[in-house]
């Protein structure tokens, strides 16, 4: 066990910084944009919305880029194997299955904490707002009414939960299968689907769209199994020699 704990801890070592410089960066971009918005908007006569201080942020296009930021890295960081990490892990002497299956776990607790901090950043600037406009029901009606928020955080939308949960779990396979599909000289095409899903149209549904959130799980399942065994004929059970 303290092998698999130790490749584990390989992957986390080498996205971990990486990552908290992409968090970062998303927390001052986003509170920098509100907190212009904000300013502006407090220059008119009348009350601004906070749904339309949050659209005029741009938040979701600075989501969308700090995530296509970290698929990158764990992408890139995947692809090390003839470096120092694969050197590392030829010593350790695990199944090439068994480091997937870790930076399959690597992948999702970075993407599942990506996430969490986006919504704990909006949570923040929408009581910067309340702070100056004493109005409780704001931030609940602005999950609503907001697309991209309500596709972050759906509230009782069942549906898009489900459409959320498959999609993170989509990301963190087709993501742990990108390095041994370059290794094999192939192109990683379930990656980019998944990828480009979730940043073209996975947070930009209002609510609604029951049909088209099972159509999406459907389609991630599907994707995601296709990835794991076009994969499963590229790898053994052999350890790294």
């Known amino acids: 066990m303290k092998k698999h704990l130790s490749v584990l801890m390989l992957f986390i070592r080498s996205t971990l ?24 908007a407090k220059g008119f006569d009348r009350i601004v919305g906070l749904d339309q201080i949050i659209a005029a942020s741009h938040l979701n296009i600075i989501c969308a880029v700090c995530f296509l930021l970290l698929c990158v890295l764990l992408c890139l960081t995947g692809c090390e194997l003839g470096s120092k990490q694969g050197y590392t892990l030829s010593h350790l002497r695990i199944s090439r299955r068994a480091v997937i299956f870790w930076q399959f776990v690597n992948n ?20 910067v707002y309340n702070a100056q406009y004493r109005q409780p029901q704001s931030i609940m009606l602005v999950f609503y009414q907001n697309d991209f928020l309500h596709s972050l955080l759906p509230l009782t939308e069942w549906s898009r939960f489900v459409f959320n949960v498959v999609l993170i779990i989509a990301l963190a396979v087709t993501m742990a299968c990108f390095p041994v599909r370059i290794r094999a000289g192939k192109k990683p095409f379930a990656a980019f689907i998944v990828v480009l899903n979730f940043c073209i149209q996975g947070f930009s549904r209002g609510v609604g769209g029951f049909t088209h959130d099972i159509s999406a799980v459907v389609l991630f399942t599907v994707v995601t199994f296709a990835a794991i065994k076009g994969i499963w004929k590229e790898i053994d059970d052999e350890a790294f020699s």
């Not at 990552?19 to 509170?31: D, K």
């Not at 999702?108 to 009581?127: M, P, T």
Request: hydrophobic letters at 70%; one cysteine or more.
């Open 108 to 127: 999702l607790g970075h993407v599942f904490l990506l996430l969490a901090v986006q919504i704990g950043i909006i949570l923040a600037l929408c009581g």
């Open 17 to 40: 910084y990486k990552f908290l410089l992409i968090i970062l960066a998303m927390a001052v971009t986003e509170g920098g944009l509100f907190v212009l918005a904000f300013r502006n």
